[in-house]
């Protein structure tokens, strides 16, 4: 009897099944950077619709808590982590180019009066390990979110809406829910809509009742996703000086980064 041919597959999710085979796939001119590149395909983006998940505890090797706060560098062409993030005082090339663009070009920079002007400075945002059920599987997926808390109007991102919820008080001021206790931690369940017509989709939390502990998402994982797990100060990627200034070139152009460079003592 001759033997079978076995062939391996390319993984295909329902989402590929979907797809019209003369529909040529859109690649994404936004270079996101801030995670390490061995940990950006677990960068989770919440569905339209109601998401359950469990916040990871704290590993035990890791020197931060359950949410990392980083400062994100943003502008047109993607995003990366400033060095401050995890270094106390820490200078970024992109301060260079505010303090340079500040004397010598005020009116290029981004105010309220000048909405297209160039973004240089930092924003809040929260990075926090969850395990969620994608696929009928348990799965270790990596949350970044704003972590912007709304004092200067607007919404206050949903990195906000997630730590706010972790730390709310009853009326004796204990903690209504330790959403991020080995095992008296409870899911938080994130509803994400997006209304015809609107250009931005709404995040809106709230946190479960029933104990969750830990132990029984890890014990529904396959080897490979508990093996992903690592402190949450391993998987942002901090560039070089020399990365932020090849960045800076994209984003200002290469003439006004040599008059930067030049002035530099």
């Known amino acids: 009897m001759p033997l079978r041919n076995t062939i391996e597959f390319a993984p295909t999710t329902d989402q590929d099944l979907l797809i019209a085979p003369w529909t040529n796939p859109e690649k994404s001119s936004f270079h996101d950077l801030v995670l390490k590149p061995e940990f950006a395909a677990r960068r989770y983006k919440f569905p339209l619709g109601t998401t359950w998940f469990r916040i990871l505890p704290p590993l035990p090797e890791s020197k931060k808590a359950w949410m990392l706060g980083i400062n994100v560098l943003k502008y047109g062409g993607g995003q990366h982590v ?4 995890v270094k106390a005082g820490g200078k970024s090339v992109f301060d260079l180019a505010y303090a340079w663009l500040r004397e010598h070009r005020p009116g290029d920079l ?22 969620v059920e994608e696929a009928n599987k348990t799965v270790a997926r990596l949350v970044v979110a704003s972590g912007y808390d709304g004092s200067r109007g607007g919404t206050p991102g949903y990195g906000c809406q997630i730590l706010r919820a972790t730390q709310e008080l009853d009326e004796d001021g204990r903690l209504i829910a330790k959403a991020a206790h080995p095992t008296e931690g409870v899911q938080l369940c994130m509803e ?6 609107s250009r931005y989709p709404s995040y809106s939390l709230r946190v479960g009742r029933t104990p969750a502990p830990i132990d029984q998402f890890l014990a529904r994982m396959e080897p490979e996703e508990c093996a992903a797990l690592t402190p949450l100060e391993s998987v942002v990627h901090i560039p070089s000086a020399d990365e932020e200034w090849s960045i800076l070139e994209k984003v200002i152009g290469s003439e006004t980064v040599a008059e930067i460079r030049a002035s530099q003592p």
């Open 82 to 85: 400033h060095t401050r993030s």
């Open 110 to 131: 981004f105010s309220k009066s000048n909405m297209a002007g160039i973004r240089l400075l930092p924003s809040p945002v929260s990075v926090l390990w969850i395990l």
């Open 192 to 197: 994400k809509s997006q209304p015809p017509g």
